[in-house]
């Protein structure tokens, strides 16, 4: 089995990061070695042994579906887990409002709240649900039509969405709040407002400073300048030196959540423009 350690070796870190961005971390580690033992035991199954990543990533995955479906069959469910925490709520600000949909969910009762959580979270479907819950399939969905009209009795906005509406609303709703939030903060930063990034770059001093050092959360996207939540946006300029002159302007945005590999990211605009020809211009949408 040296190829299959030697390919291991090379996946582990896409692995243990796909794991635990999913799973608490007092449970990570167990379902990580479920993971690598089941893949050993059908390595020699693999016939291409050059899609070994996305064979393994398969692997984790639905190691990780069968985590939650068994928690959820013991009526264990996880209302603070990640996944169920809208992100973009978090900014460089701290968090900006609380959490409607987890906090309704906290005032339905248990049966309420498994239901929903198969369906929406686990992306059960019904027949699958009633196996696990031994029920009629019957069962399920009279569970599951009173559960999301008890959620939407008690949810705190309007009452004519559904559960979906909801939870999109209520992301919508936050990262406006986070551009209202980042523009007020804006305001006290000192500096002075400018319609447009200079030619030149202006003077500046780099001075000493007494300050004992001290730790830093390190957010920007590395060599882009934005923080990767729902909300960003921001203009930079590309000097050259030694001549300090702009050569071109970046115009970026945070616009949407996107998901790849099963890894949840955002997706960004970056418009890249000519200082002096505006008609110099690349458009670049990618994801982070």
Known sequence: MDLFEALLHAERGAVERFVRFRLPSVDADDVLQEIYFTAYQNFPALKNKSVFKAWILQIARNKCRDYYRQRAALQEIPIDMQSMQ???????????????????????????????????????????????????????????????????????FDNTQTWREAYAAEHAQTASNVVKQHNAAKQHKGGLPMKKLPEFIPDYQIEASTNAPFSVKWEELMGWFLIPKLGESLSWGMYDIPSRKCSHVYDMQVTGKAMVHGIEGVELTAREASYSNKSDVINRTFVA
């Open 86 to 156: 809208i992100r973009s709520s978090d900014s460089r600000h701290g968090v900006l409002e609380q959490l409607p949909v987890r906090d309704t969910l906290q005032l339905l009762c248990e049966k309420d709240r498994q239901i929903l959580y198969l369906f929406y979270w686990c992306d059960m479907p019904q027949a699958e649900i009633a196996a696990h819950l031994h029920i009629p399939v019957g069962t399920v969905k009279s569970r599951l039509y009173t559960a999301k009209q008890n959620f939407k009795s008690r949810y705190p």
